[in-house]
């Protein structure tokens, strides 16, 4: 495997339940890449994310995942996190009685301990805090609010993006981050994942519509249907899909 | 909301002698802490005179065995009653909780929440039962008890039931009965938080309702943690 790949994954399939939905992805992901995985409903666009991301109820069937040289199907899910693997969720979950402040703080020390590091202190945590906070323009007060407990949809996708600037993973996937979007909102999630391109740091950005990649300009982009991957390229291919949908594939 | 009216069948119930008395104006508040070693003396019964507001917290800790019955008479105006419980087990422990709240006169308000985390084989029971007689109009109860299933053997029981006689009152009752939620741990797992911890957070977050109610300064709350964590 080359040095500079990320994350490779091979003839990946994975079913829920009876139901086979991967039936064979290839994907290769360099460091510093985007890649935009684009497809119909149902085409297991959010069946690769929970699978990266470990989500219990899918069962991998059959191929491999490497994360950075590592056996990423191996690890749980926080092993995942600790590795600088993020995904922005498309339904973000609510978490009643935790608060944003302790849910960010639990989870840095989890990985600062897996990393062999003391925890913060808790003026060097609050600082990062509202340094993060205020860079994807998330009011203060926030940071005492129940995990997504009453949020707007647009609430919800901007804390998603401030967990991501938090945890600064290697490579984020953003399920369906735009969905639901209003512009605004649309181009703070923007602003959040290019300020966090890097070449060492590569993103996937998995939608159904183009408006999230008027903003961010992926460097490849994938069609992927039924299962599989059916159309690698570049930019060209949103224009395709804008102009003639998903049926051509 | 539920409301049944039948002044045909409400059978006062004698007070018993033994009772812990609140008297007209007085305020109660009382924290029973079971602990496995020690078992506190719990009233079987409470009188609660006009104006006067009762507090009672109970605890349990991993270890206990208990069988707690009590029968709250609210026999004066304007007077508050709150009941609350966090019951957390484990290995074979067994508690079972009889609430009667019983509203004999107008304008009082009471309120019952009890939470429970069951481990292991244990067992919980909850009876509770709140009486409106037919005096007691503009009364205002709810009772909550709410049960985490934390293994396949644990074994909850409850049975929250209304009996009520006057035709101007609001009460409400629920029960519930589930497991962790299992999204809520995927999603704090896949921040970096290792499952155990998740659970944890989730326990923690389940018994703060009634730990809010705890006065200031108690050593319940961290005694209920370390309790959690050791699940």
């Not at chain 1, 600082?127 to 609010?145: D, Y």
Request: overall charge negative.
């Amino acid at each position: 495997m080359g040095k500079d790949i990320l994350l490779k994954v091979s003839g990946l399939h994975a079913s829920v339940g009876e139901k086979e939905i991967l039936r064979g992805i290839d994907l290769e992901i360099r460091k510093g890449e985007v890649h935009a995985v684009m497809g119909p409903n149902g085409s297991g666009k959010s069946t690769l994310s929970s699978v990266l991301t470990g989500k219990p109820d899918y069962t991998v069937t059959g191929g491999s995942v490497y994360f950075n040289g590592e056996d990423l199907l191996a690890m749980k899910p926080e092993e995942r996190s600790w590795a600088g693997l993020f995904m922005s969720f498309q339904y973000p979950v609510e978490i009643p009685g935790v608060t944003i402040t302790n849910f960010m703080k639990s989870a840095l020390d989890a990985r600062r301990k897996a990393h062999g590091q003391e925890p913060l202190s808790g003026a060097e945590y609050l600082r990062l805090l509202r340094e993060k906070m205020a860079s994807v323009g998330m009011k203060p007060e926030f940071a005492k609010r129940e995990v997504n407990v009453g949020f707007s949809g647009g609430e919800k996708k901007r804390n998603e993006i401030f967990q991501m600037a938090m945890l600064d993973p290697v490579l984020s996937i953003l399920d369906e981050t735009d969905s639901g979007l209003d512009v605004d909102a649309l181009k703070i999630v923007a602003s959040g994942v290019n300020a966090l391109r890097s070449p060492e740091k590569s993103s996937i950005i998995i939608t159904h519509y183009q408006k999230l990649l008027d903003y961010v300009k992926p460097d490849v982009v994938h069609v992927l249907k039924e299962g599989k991957i059916v159309l690698t390229g570049g930019l060209e291919i949103i224009e395709m899909i804008e102009k003639e949908g998903f049926d051509r594939f | 909301m539920g409301k049944v009216v039948d002044h045909g069948n409400y059978v006062p119930a004698a007070i018993p002698s033994q009772a812990l008395q609140a008297g007209r104006g007085e305020v109660l508040d009382k924290v029973y802490v079971l602990d496995g070693n020690s078992c506190p003396q719990i009233p079987a019964a409470v009188v609660v005179d006009a104006d006067a507001s009762v507090r009672l917290t109970f605890i349990a800790l991993p270890g206990s065995r208990a069988d707690i019955s009590l029968d709250v008479f609210i026999r004066g105006p304007h007077s508050d009653v709150s009941l609350s419980g966090v019951f957390v087990e484990s290995g074979d422990d067994s508690i079972s909780l009889n609430v009667n709240m019983r509203h004999l006169s107008p304008d009082c308000t009471s309120d019952q929440l009890f939470n429970t985390l069951a481990s292991g084989s244990s067992r919980f029971d909850f009876h509770g039962k709140i009486i409106v007689a037919p005096e007691g109009q503009k009364t205002e109860s709810f009772q909550t008890n709410r049960n985490i299933l934390l293994s396949d053997e644990a074994q909850v029981l409850t049975k929250p039931q209304l009996e009520i006689y006057a035709d101007d009152v609001k009460c409400s009752h629920g029960a519930t009965i589930g497991r962790l939620n299992e999204e809520e741990q995927f999603y704090m797992r896949s921040r970096g938080i290792p499952e155990n911890e998740a659970r944890g957070l989730q326990m923690l977050s389940f018994i703060s309702p009634v730990l809010d109610r705890l006065p200031s300064g108690s050593d319940i709350p961290g005694r209920l943690e370390q309790a959690i964590r050791s699940l």
